[in-house]
Structure formats: C-alpha cells, structure tokens
C-alpha cells in the first residue's frame, strides 16, 4: 500500500536539533518560525467556515469539483506525533442549473496518527442512535500527513528541521526540501510570513497531482499570528476554502488510534463473478463493479473504477473463467475518479477506451501528467492510449453480442454519463443514476432526482429492460425496483 512516510515525518517535526544545520539564509526560516511561534509549537488548532469541494467528481470533464458548504471547521494538529484530527460540517451547495439529491448535512471526523489514518462515523444503514465506529482509510494517509505540513507552522518547521534550500526570490524566499520521495515547496514573504506551501501527492487518474495551500490576510488570534483565509487547490481547483475564526498554539492535543485500526491491514481485492445474461459476466466483490460482456472473439468490459490494483484483479478473474479472449475494448461510464481510475491500466493491455466526447480530451491530459510518485504500467509501457468515442450514443457488435450506448440526457450527476443497453439480455448498465439496495431496503421519502432522469431516459429511448446491473449496489435490480424507487407506479402486466 503505498503511504507516506509517516514515521519519518515524526521524526522530522519532533526534531530539536535545529543549530548549525541551516542554510545560508536560515536566520529568515528562524525569524519566521519566531514570528510564527513554530520554534516552540508543539501543537496547531485552527477553527473556521467556507467551502468544500469534492476532488474528482466534476460534473463537467475538467471542471471545478462540486461545492460544499462548510458551517464548522476544526483541525488539531500534534506535530511531535504526526498526527491530525479534521472535523466537518457540511452540505453540498444548491445548484439551480442542476437537479441534485436535496442536501443533507454531512458530519466528517478523520484521523491520522502513527501513520494509521480512520474516520469516525455511524455503519451505513445504522439507527440513529447508534455508536459511531472507527474504520480505516488506508488511501488517506498521504494526503492527511501533508496537510500538517501544509501550515505555516508546520511548514516552518519542517523547513528548519530538514536543512531546506533556500533561495532570494523577490519580496522573501523561496524555501524547499524533500521529505522520503515527497518535494515540499513555500514561499516566506518579507515579513516572514508563509504564502503558500505545495507538494505533490498521487491520483491514479492525475499521477503527481499537485495540491496547494495558499495563506492571506494574516492576524494576531490571541497572540498566534495566523492566516484568517486559507485556500487549498488539487488538482488545479479548490479542494478548500476556509475562513479562519480562531487559531492558538500548543493547547491539549489527544490522539489514540483505536485497537481496530492499529490492527487493521488493506483487505485483499476480491472480484466475484456471476452470470446475468447470455455472455455477460457481473464482476463484484467490493464497492465498485464491472461487467464483461463475451463476443465471439474477445470481450468488452464495462468500467474499470478505482485504480490499477482493481483493474489486475478484474483481468485476473477474466483470464479465469473466460481464458484466451483478450479484452478489446472498455466502455467507461464516466470521467468521475472512483469510475475510472483503472482504466490506464488497459491501455497498458491495448484495450480501446470508449468514452463520451468530452472526456477523451480530458483523459490526455491527465494521462500525460508525470508519475514518479507512484509509476503503474502505463508510465512504463508509455503506450498510447485508443479511443472510440461518442457524442449521444453508439453501437458495438451484431446479433447477440450487441452493446448499445447512450448519454443520459439531462443528469445532474454528470454531464458524460452513460446508460449501456444489452438488447439480447434486456439488461441496463449504469452509475451513480440508481444504487439497487437490498430488496426489503424503504424508498426514499423523496425520489432521487438521478433515478428519476435515468428512468425518463429509458422510457424516452423506448429501452425493453428487465434487469438493472448497478455498477454499485448490492444486486441486479429489475425495472420495477426502480419504479418503486422513484415512487412510479409498475406498469400493466
């Protein structure tokens, strides 16, 4: 798994052999660690409001990320421990030019300390008044222990600690250094003030994904001189926007990693495969799904989400039960990370990529990003990718082996969204429009305004369905279901 060197990070912040190590110009890293008061913070808490904005799920191809509003926002940072805890609340922001789910409030308490990261929160389905549980966030450890250097503080000290270059740029310095295989970089103005701290952290759809946080308009809160507006940008928009309320230093600080989560290891990738349809395959087996439909001569996969990881297992259990047909083409339903994630890794095999127009010039850029960080096969082979792409909808195959494609008019989810059509096997392919829970599982008081569209697309494209294959979910849902879902009545039999 791959993680940030949190152990090294400890020992970089808990450092007190701060003399004699410097640069030629550390007397200005040390005049900003005395103004910042990071020569003696042994602990960061800073509180505000303002925006969150979910990375990865542009609802336009190489859009902004969707907005939150942030009504609290508390992190406590121990910079001896490498820890952090983050709280949030949140709701996603109304937008009138798109019919989204009505918001509802999100609370996120996450953790990281002695490199575990977990969030705290209630099971999925669970009452009210249940306990809330740790679980763990693997993947969350690197982004979680560069945002406690991604404070002046923090910064300052790792600079100190870490006999940083430092570099006369004008009005201040150019301040960096390297932390395991991580580049860190600030800038200190003439007031000794940090303006902006970058790294770069791996995405599997961006490669080296820059993040930066940039810090304005500092004041005195209660003898702490801090920011009062924080910026975060990854990925090339904001991921955060924070008005500061308080800040103080080197008050009580509590961290404990749960029993569950020191214990905790990353569960093997387990791909399940069930045949739905005359040659089509449903391959499940965690959160996100794909469906492998058998030509005659090869075989067409529907999504490859997450990451390279999940996309070996799914060629893995291929090669299994339909050994010697190679995978010749993937249709991606959309260009939102979790959905695609795993696709440079049949580009590595020399699968065709089919995708909605707009998301073809957007995966060539992200695809060119650099990838030291973490190099898959696709930075290796450094093949070029193949597209098929379509505008509204398109047609694979003949006769039995027929795939049809549609974009779903109208979503609010995603502009690219794609509804699959298998018209042999009468089965529906989609994401993120209608997630099929269990069959005793209550509809929504409220019909989710995602199912609905993908209902009206299906009536308007005059689709014959009996089945629908979520790419998440925990079943194969019937037409039916879905009616019930959105509160429609079922249709005459």
Known sequence: MRRFSAISLIALLASTSLGGAFAANAASLEAAAEKLGADSARTLEFSGAGHWFQFGQAPVPGGPWPQFDVSRYTATIDFGAGAEHVQIARLQTVDPARARPAPVEQKVDAWLDEGKAWNVGLPPNAAPDAAPVATPAFAAVEERSAEILATPQGFVKAALAHQARVEPVSDGLKVSFALGKHKFEGRIDAENRVEWVRTWIDTPVLGDTLVETKFKDYKDFGGVLFPAEITREEGGYPVLRLGVASAKLNGPASFAVPENIASAQPA??????????????????????????????????IEAPLNEERSLAVIKKLSEVVPGKPIAAVINSHVHFDHSGGLRTFVDLGATIVAQEQDKPYYEKAWANPRELNPDLLAVSKKPAKFLTYKDELKLGEGDGEIRIYRLAGSGHSDDLALIYLPQSKIAIEADAYTPAAVDAPAPKTPNPYAVNLYENIQKLNLDVEKIAGLHGVRVATLDDLRAYIGQKQAAR
Request: aromatic content about 2%; hydrophobic content about 40%; proline content about 3%.
């Open 268 to 301: 093997p990738i387990n791909v399940k495969c069930d045949k739905i349809g005359d040659n089509v395959l449903y391959l499940t087996g965690g959160t996100h799904h794909s469906i492998a439909v058998i030509e005659k001569d090869h075989i067409v996969l």
